[in-house]
């Protein structure tokens, strides 16, 4: 998935941290401490009902009734599942309160149920079933489908032509918002899709259409089925006044894939534009990953009303405001493409995996602009997208609370991926891709970090533990000293390098860092393997040194240290201006220290004043929350306000923009 606007989640994840004391310890262990009961669920979280582990589910069968003028929805599903467990009895699905079930059908008697206020409906079988035992269910339901976070489920919507336009948006946990299901990502299973909708429309899902037929008077219906395996979701509904662009897609690896764009008729002639480079993209995906993963079937585009795109399985739907007609969206195009590989193909086990998806399909972009301008975009591109202090606020890439806290899953994941590539080299590197997304069994299976890691270590010949885990647990980068010094040498004055380097913050990283010594007669290329809390290091050149730089392309995710340059007090205001009441102060302690916040306001009065005692100096940056509001408990009016910082004598002074 690609989300534009992330302002909800980074406002829930604010509001949190304030109460726990920072963003940081809003982690998955604290979330599941505070369950109450197993019916506790949250889609943001990508919770389902605990009890469906016992079950697989190996077919979906939907038969939909979609009707835009009352928002409303009817459906049948059939599950098809097979019981993991003996004497398995209670079959627990997940459908939303909102939505009302009127039967459940099991081998053409109706069977009671109980519809739980934690979005779980537990179905007693007459008799239970061995583990192993195949059998199936069939839930009819009907209702006006709610969008639990405003864009999230089926989204009822009227496009630039005042036609209806009806679009489901899934992830993490939202299928059971419209539709019952095992709302998981671990379960993947085939399914078929039958949509019946006013005969003014048309109707896309994933896979291929089998048949259109018309239906009542004034309906019609189109009969969908997906031929591998999904998770819920990336099943897809869209329904609108949709015109439709194709064309054949031949690649030089072997694939004849139909693209299919579904799209607004006002933006028919901007599509043609966008999407014109979609046969070039398929080539570079599968040069750089192997062939598209669902062959025999379309790859293309349904529009909807939305702010970025979900790379549904065969045809993502995408935002109406990214169509148009410059081709500036492109990035955006490869990304949900490379998804088909990383998460629709190879989909993760558990949500804490979700950086396998995103990380890689972030990555897909930055190698798109190194396939139209080399290697200087490249870096570039993945320049443009580093931003420490926003990765720190949101939180660790691995298993982060909410699943989509923000940006850090797309753009640190992807940085992990440049920095292994950079460490591993381009040959053994790009083997390991085209492996990780093809070999072991995996395509149309699911995947772990740890699996990723090990393959990862096989292709490298290296130990990757203490590489990965710290980039992906922790919030903050290493923080390095660098030093060297330049000596009389074997070849003369000035021709021997000293470099030791250091690491100062509690978690070691894992590093090999690039060095580039330009002397009188050239350019040398060195590293330095850094894994321990030192590492040093002497070089004899040629000729004299003229100048040392550390990692000069930024191979590594790393900072300079605090304590060889940076000072003591405030440095960062985040975000600025503010969200959600909530401003974070960032500063940096070198000992334990009394710190005094003190928020002026733009005519110089104090409106705000803490003591926050003795603070102990934390990894990377210390942290502060003001929550806006001034001595009385009141929130103050939006305006310019100055934040001030006493440390032990020394002040720091940051401006401050608050919004309401």
């Given at each position: 998935m690609f989300c534009l606007f992330l302002g909800l989640n980074l406002m829930a994840a604010g509001a949190m941290a304030q109460d726990q004391g920072?963003?940081?310890?809003?982690?998955?262990?604290?979330?599941?401490?505070?369950?109450?009961?197993?019916?506790?669920k949250d889609g943001s979280l990508g919770d389902a009902a605990a009890q469906s582990a016992n079950y697989d589910v190996l077919r979906y069968s939907l038969d939909l009734r979609i009707n835009p003028a009352e928002a409303s929805l009817e459906g049948t599903v059939q599950m098809k599942f097979s019981a993991l467990v003996p004497d398995f009895q209670d079959f627990v699905f997940d459908l939303d309160t909102q939505l009302g079930i009127d039967r459940v059908v099991y081998?053409?008697?109706?069977?009671?149920?109980?519809?739980?206020?934690?979005?779980?409906?537990?179905?007693?079988?007459?008799?239970?079933?061995?583990?192993?035992?195949?059998?199936?269910?069939?839930?009819?339901?009907?209702?006006?489908?709610?969008?639990?976070?405003?864009?999230?489920?089926?989204?009822y919507r009227t496009n630039q032509d005042d036609a209806p336009c009806v679009a489901s948006m899934s992830e993490p946990a939202y299928a059971k918002y419209w539709w019952p299901c095992k709302d998981r990502p671990d379960d993947k299973a085939f399914s078929s899709v039958s949509i019946t909708v006013p005969d003014t429309l048309v109707a896309v899902s994933n896979?291929?259409?089998?048949?259109?037929?018309?239906?009542?008077?004034?309906?019609?219906?189109?009969?969908?089925?997906?031929?591998?395996?999904?998770?819920?979701?990336?099943?897809?509904?869209?329904?609108?006044?949709?015109?439709?662009?194709?064309?054949?897609?031949?690649?030089?690896?072997?694939?004849?894939?139909?693209?299919?764009?579904?799209?607004?008729?006002?933006?028919?002639?901007?599509?043609?534009?966008?999407?014109?480079?979609?046969?070039e993209m398929m080539e570079f995906c599968e040069g750089h990953f192997g062939s598209y993963p669902f062959q025999?079937?379309?790859?293309?585009?349904?529009?909807?009303?939305?702010?970025?795109?979900?790379?549904?399985?065969?045809?993502?739907?995408?935002?109406?405001?990214?169509?148009?007609?410059?081709?500036?969206?492109?990035?955006?195009?490869?990304?949900?493409?490379?998804?088909?590989?990383?998460?629709?193909?190879?989909?993760?086990?558990?949500?804490a995996d979700i950086w396998l998806n995103e990380g890689f399909a972030t990555y897909t972009e930055a190698l798109w602009q190194e396939h139209k301008g080399g290697r200087e975009d490249y870096l570039a591109y993945l320049d443009f997208w580093r931003d420490d202090a926003t990765w720190a606020f949101q939180g660790p890439v691995y298993d982060p609370v909410p699943v989509f806290p923000g940006r850090v899953i797309y753009d640190k994941g992807s940085w992990i991926l440049h920095m292994l590539r950079e460490r591993m080299g381009d040959t053994a590197f790009f083997a390991l891709v085209q492996d990780w997304a093809n070999g072991g069994g995996r395509p149309g299976g699911t995947v772990t970090t740890e699996e990723f890691i090990t393959l990862a270590e096989s292709f490298s010949g290296q130990q990757l533990d203490s590489f990965f885990w710290p980039y992906l647990e922790t919030n903050y980068n290493p923080e390095i000293v660098f030093d060297y010094?330049?000596?009389d040498g074997d070849a003369g004055a000035e021709t021997r390098l000293e470099i030791s380097l250091r690491q100062v913050q509690d978690r070691l990283f894992n590093n090999i860092?690039?060095?580039?010594?330009?002397?009188?007669?050239?350019?040398?290329?060195?590293s330095i393997h850094l894994i321990g809390r030192t590492a040093s290091a002497i070089f004899e050149l040629s000729a004299p040194v003229v100048s040392v730089v550390l990692d000069p392309e930024a191979s590594v995710l790393w900072n300079p240290s605090s304590s060889s340059g940076q000072a003591v007090g405030m440095f960062l205001a985040?975000?600025?201006?503010?969200?959600?009441?909530?401003?974070?102060?960032?500063?940096?302690l070198e000992e334990t220290s009394a710190v005094v916040v003190r928020i002026y306001d733009a005519k110089g009065r104090e409106v705000a004043y803490r003591d926050l005692g003795q603070v102990q100096p934390d990894p990377g940056f210390n942290e502060y929350v003001w929550n806006e509001k001034d001595d009385s408990g009141a929130l103050v009016a939006a305006g310019i306000y100055w934040a001030t910082m006493e440390i032990e004598g020394l002040r720091s002074v940051l401006k401050i923009t608050v919004l309401h």
């Open positions: 920072g963003l940081h310890q809003l982690n998955r262990q604290r979330f599941e401490s505070t369950k109450t009961s197993p019916g506790d081998h053409g008697s109706e069977l009671e149920f109980t519809q739980m206020d934690g979005d779980s409906v537990v179905v007693q079988l007459p008799a239970a079933l061995s583990s192993g035992q195949v059998d199936s269910l069939v839930v009819e339901y009907s209702g006006n489908p709610r969008e639990p976070h405003g864009d999230r489920g089926l989204m896979g291929t259409l089998i048949l259109e037929e018309p239906a009542e008077p004034g309906w019609k219906t189109y009969h969908w089925s997906e031929a591998y395996p999904m998770p819920t979701y990336l099943v897809s509904v869209a329904v609108s006044n949709y015109l439709l662009q194709a064309e054949q897609c031949d690649t030089p690896h072997g694939s004849s894939i139909p693209l299919r764009h579904w799209v607004f008729p006002l933006d028919y002639d901007d599509a043609l534009v966008d999407f014109a480079p979609m046969c025999g079937e379309k790859y293309g585009h349904a529009e909807f009303l939305w702010s970025g795109a979900m790379e549904h399985t065969t045809v993502t739907s995408i935002g109406h405001r990214s169509i148009r007609g410059d081709g500036s969206r492109d990035w955006l195009i490869v990304h949900e493409l490379g998804h088909q590989w990383f998460g629709d193909s190879l989909t993760p086990h558990t949500w010094q330049v000596a860092f690039p060095v580039v010594v330009t002397t009188t007669a050239g350019v040398e290329n060195f985040y975000p600025n201006p503010s969200i959600d009441h909530y401003v974070y102060l960032r500063y940096h």
